[in-house]
């Protein structure tokens, strides 16, 4: 957060807004289909199968994403757990307002993500876990 603030700070950004709480709070301040892209990087993975409700991307938190979420706009996501990876795309296909774009899930696309690894990102790659990355678009 500290770092956020202090690089937006040094580069002289104008148009960055930071929100430092739940996600969960802020959907309820941002206005239907106002969002041109979400970007999810490993979220925590809850990896007891007794904690998969707490998962970011559930279908609950999916649900608000799509309604700020603008025609058009792409949701993009990235994770090193099998697990989480299949249960996203399980919950997308439910929902058919969405659209997965077509690449190699294991390749990272840099159309849609930076070529700077995320902290998480490179702490996955060093301790041998490959991460997956997929995105969808709202119709
Ligand atoms: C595994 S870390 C990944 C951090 C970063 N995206 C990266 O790739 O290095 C997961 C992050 O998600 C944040 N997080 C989890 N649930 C959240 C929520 N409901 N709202 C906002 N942030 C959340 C945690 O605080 C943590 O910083």
Redesign the pocket.
């Known amino acids: 957060m500290a770092s956020t603030c202090f690089n937006a700070y040094k580069r002289e950004l104008k148009n960055i807004k930071i929100f430092h709480?739940?996600?969960?709070i802020l959907f309820n301040f941002l206005p239907k289909e106002s969002i041109e892209r979400f970007y999810i990087?490993?979220?925590?993975p809850w990896p007891k199968k007794r904690h998969h409700e707490r998962r970011?991307l559930n279908w609950e938190n999916i649900e608000n994403i799509c309604f700020c979420l603008k025609r058009g706009g792409k949701i993009c996501m990235a994770t090193d757990i099998l697990d989480y990876k299949n249960q996203i795309i399980a919950l997308f296909e439910q929902m058919k307002i969405f659209r997965r774009l077509k690449f190699n899930p294991i390749k990272k696309n840099y159309r849609w993500f930076l070529n700077k690894n995320?902290?998480?990102?490179e702490k996955a790659i060093q301790e041998g876990r490959k991460p997956f990355y997929l995105v969808y678009s709202k119709n």
């Open positions: 709480g739940d996600i969960r990087l490993f979220p925590d970011l995320t902290k998480y990102e």
